[in-house]
C-alpha cells in the first residue's frame, strides 16, 4: 500500500536477506576485507559472527553475487541441528550430487570426485553454512576434513561459516583445535553506528525509487536509531512499519514523534502475543506456612496476597491490556478505512 502512495519502484525493507540492498558501513566493509582476503587464500575457514539481524547473511549473499560463476562453485546450507552424518549428506546434496541409499564412503567418494571435477575445470568449490552455531561439535569436524580434501598442493573446497556470537564459544572447545588452526580470517560485525543508521535508510529508500517524498527529519533518524540500537533486521522492521503509517495518516514528513507512535504500537503488538499464555500456565506463588498457620512470605510477615487475591490482579492486567489493544487495533482500522475510501474517492470511473 505505502509503495503506492510514496511512489517507490521496491519495497525497500523487506525482512528476507537481499544482496541488492547491501549497504557497506564501516564494519560491514571491514568483514567484507576480510571475507575477501581470505577468498584470496583459496583454503581454510573464514568465520563471520554476528548477532541476530546484524546483516551477515546480506554481506555473504553480496560477496557471491560477485564472484565469476567460471571461477568458483557456490553453495549454501543453512544448518538446523545438523548431526556429523547429516553434514557430508547436506553438503553432497547441496552441490547437487545424488545421496540417496548411499553410505559414507560413497558420499565421499562422489564428492571427492565433484571436487576434482571442478578442480579440472579451473574453479573453485565454495561452501557458505548460515547458523553455524547450530552446528555439533562432531559435525563440525566433519567440514574440517572436507577441507582436507586436496588435488596435489590445492584444497578445493574453502568454507565460510557465518554465526551468531555463541559460535565462537563453540569453537573454543578443546575438540576443535584442528579447525582452529585452519582458520584464516575472522571478524565479528557490529551494529551500524547513529549517522550510519541514517545512511542505511537513504540507501535503501534511494534503491526502491525514493525521491525525497516522505521528508524523513533528523529527529526521525535519531529515534530509529535509538530504538534499534543500529542493528539493520530491527531498522527494516521499524522503518517498514513507520512507512505504513505514514500512508494510513496521509503523512509526507516523517518526524521523531512519529517514530516513537509507531514503535510504541509494535510493542503493545508484541505485548498482546506475549499475554496470550493460557491462565493454566502461569504459576501463582503459594504463600509459606508458618508455625501458626497463617500464610507468609518468605520472611515470615503475613502474606496479605493470597492465590485468590493474584488471579484477581492478573485477570485485572489483562483487561486493562485486552482494552489498550482494543484502542490500537480501532485507531489502524480507522485508519485503514480512510485510506481504503481515499484510494476509491481517487480512482477513476470504471463504468
Known sequence: MYQEFYKLEALPFQLTPDHRFFFGSAAHNRAMAHLTYGLAQGEGF??????????????????????????????KIVTTQLEADDMLRMVSSTFGLPTEGLDKASLLNRLEAFLEDVHESGRRALLVVDEAQNLSVRALEELRMLSNFQIGEVTPLQCFLLGQPQFRQILANPALEQLRQRVIASYHLGPLASAETRAYVEHRMKLAGWDGDPEITGSAYEQVHKITAGVPRKVNTLFSRILLYGYLEELHRIDGPDV????????????????????????????MVHASGKGTNGSGS??????????????????????????????????????????????????
Open 260 to 287: 516513537i507512535q509507531v514503535a510504541e504500537e509494535q510493542e503493545q503488538e508484541i505485548g498482546q502475543i506475549i499475554d496470550s499464555t493460557p491462565m493454566g500456565e502461569i504459576s501463582l506463588e503459594e504463600p
Open 302 to 351: 503475613r502474606h496479605e496476597d493470597s492465590p485468590t487475591n493474584g488471579a484477581a490482579a492478573i485477570d485485572t492486567r489483562r483487561i486493562e491490556n485486552l482494552e489498550s489493544h482494543v484502542e490500537l487495533h480501532d485507531r489502524i482500522i480507522k485508519r485503514t478505512l480512510r485510506a481504503i475510501a481515499s484510494y476509491l474517492e481517487g480512482r477513476p470511473d470504471d463504468r
Open 46 to 75: 573464514i568465520i563471520i559472527t554476528g548477532d541476530v539481524g546484524a546483516g551477515k547473511t546480506t554481506l555473504v549473499g553480496y560477496l557471491l553475487s560477485t564472484l565469476d560463476p567460471d571461477r568458483f562453485v557456490a553453495a
